[in-house]
């Protein structure tokens, strides 16, 4: 099973700062990682799908980078509505993993 | 627009058996694999179970294999997922959603989500 280690748990930012997100897979996932965004009493949100493509709807200031193990979510400028938790998640062939999640709080 | 409604949760003893069901709509339901992620009380988000557009392929999390059954019924354009002898740690929030890609594609996510039954396990 692929392991997937996001840090750090928490990140701590004022709106209008840039937050980097990590994501490091136990093995490499190729560039089959997705990112979600989920909020307090709403199911998650796709964000990223296959390392670095951005959903439907998904605001320009979200990208994501990597391939292999290592894996980025950038927000480039945190919107008021970006405080939230935020997943990656992998799949290798029919079996999927999500990462324990980390927390964008304002500070 | 595409729409998937979670139903079937409730509070159930453990030990005891319950079905989900996740109906969709907006969408051609037999092309797209679909899948049932849940999330415990304060917890993060686990995979669960994933169902072929078919039917003939199911996955499981170790966790729950040869106690859950998924299955789907084309033809009412609705997912099950069968939960057999739960337990306490089965508690939580089920989530079905559906993959970004047709057919049997790798990569993606899940570009849609319903908004969740919840299961309780307790005496």
């Known amino acids: 099973e692929t392991v997937l280690t996001q840090s750090p748990d928490t990140l701590s930012l004022s709106p209008g700062e840039r937050a980097t997100l990590s994501c490091r897979a136990s093995?490499?996932?190729?560039?089959?990682l997705a990112w979600y965004q989920q909020k307090p009493g709403q199911a998650p949100r796709l964000l990223i799908y296959?390392?670095?493509n951005r959903a439907t709807g998904i605001p320009a200031r979200f990208s994501g980078t990597g391939s292999g193990t290592d894996f980025t979510l950038t927000i480039s400028s945190l919107e008021p509505e970006d405080f939230a938790v935020y997943y990656c998640?992998?799949?290798?062939?029919?079996?999927?993993?999500f990462g324990q999640g980390t927390k964008v709080e304002i500070k | 627009e595409v729409q998937l409604l979670e139903s079937g949760g409730g509070l159930v003893q453990p030990g005891w058996s319950l079905r989900l069901s996740c109906t969709a709509s907006?969408?051609?339901?037999?092309?797209?694999?679909m899948t049932w992620v849940r999330q415990a009380p304060g917890k993060g988000l686990e995979w669960v179970s994933t169902?072929?557009?078919?039917?003939?392929?199911?996955y499981y999390a170790d966790s729950v294999r040869g106690r859950f059954t998924i299955s789907r019924d084309n033809s009412k354009n609705t997912a099950y997922l069968e939960m057999h002898t739960v337990r306490a740690e089965d508690t939580a929030i089920y989530y079905c959603a559906k993959d970004l890609y047709s057919g049997s594609q790798l990569g993606g996510g899940f570009d849609y989500w319903g908004q969740g039954t919840l299961v309780a396990v307790s005496s």
């Open positions: 296959d390392a670095s």
């Open positions: 998640q992998q799949r290798s062939n029919w079996l999927w993993t």
């Open positions: 093995q490499s996932v190729s560039s089959y």
């Open positions: 169902i072929s557009g078919g039917g003939n392929s199911k």
């Open positions: 907006g969408f051609t339901f037999s092309n797209y694999a």
